[in-house]
C-alpha cells in the first residue's frame, strides 16, 4: 500500500508565503513524476506544477514565478513553496504522484487527501 500525506497548508495574508510538504511511503519501488493540484470550490481540479523524475518542472502560466517545485528523492517528498498568495489562489491542493509499486506490480498514479490553502485578510 502506497500513502501520500500532504502537510503545511492554513490560512495566510495576500501577499504571504506557505510551503506545502508531500510524503510517499509504502511498497515504493520507483517514483517518476510528483505534482501539485489544485482545487478551488465550484471549480475542476488544475494542476498546479508538475516535477519529473528528471528534474524537469512545468508550471501552470499564472504560477510561474511565484511557485517553485521541488522534491528530495531520498526522502520520496516533494514540495511546493508558495510566495506571493493572492486569494484566487484559495484551495484544497492535492499532492500526485505515479509510482511503481512493487505489491501491486506496476505504476500507478496516487493522490494525497488534500491540504487547505486559504488566502484571506
Known amino acids: 500500500q502506497v500513502q501520500l500525506v500532504e502537510s503545511g497548508g492554513g490560512l495566510v495574508q495576500p501577499g504571504g508565503s506557505l510551503r506545502l510538504s508531500c510524503a510517499a511511503s509504502g511498497s515504493i519501488r520507483s517514483i517518476n513524476t510528483m505534482a501539485w493540484y489544485r482545487q478551488a470550490p465550484g471549480k475542476q481540479r488544475e494542476l498546479v506544477a508538475r516535477?519529473?523524475?528528471?528534474?524537469?518542472?512545468n508550471y501552470q502560466d499564472s504560477m510561474k514565478g511565484r511557485f517553485t517545485i521541488s522534491r528530495d528523492n531520498a526522502k520520496n517528498t516533494v514540495y511546493l513553496q508558495m510566495n506571493s498568495l493572492k486569494p484566487e489562489d484559495t484551495a484544497v491542493y492535492y499532492c500526485?504522484?505515479?509510482?511503481?509499486?512493487?505489491?501491486?506490480?506496476?505504476?500507478?498514479?496516487?493522490w494525497g487527501q488534500g491540504t487547505q490553502v486559504t488566502v484571506s485578510s
Open positions: 500526485n504522484a505515479n509510482i511503481l509499486d512493487f505489491i501491486r506490480g506496476r505504476w500507478l498514479d496516487y
Open positions: 516535477n519529473a523524475s528528471s528534474g524537469t518542472t
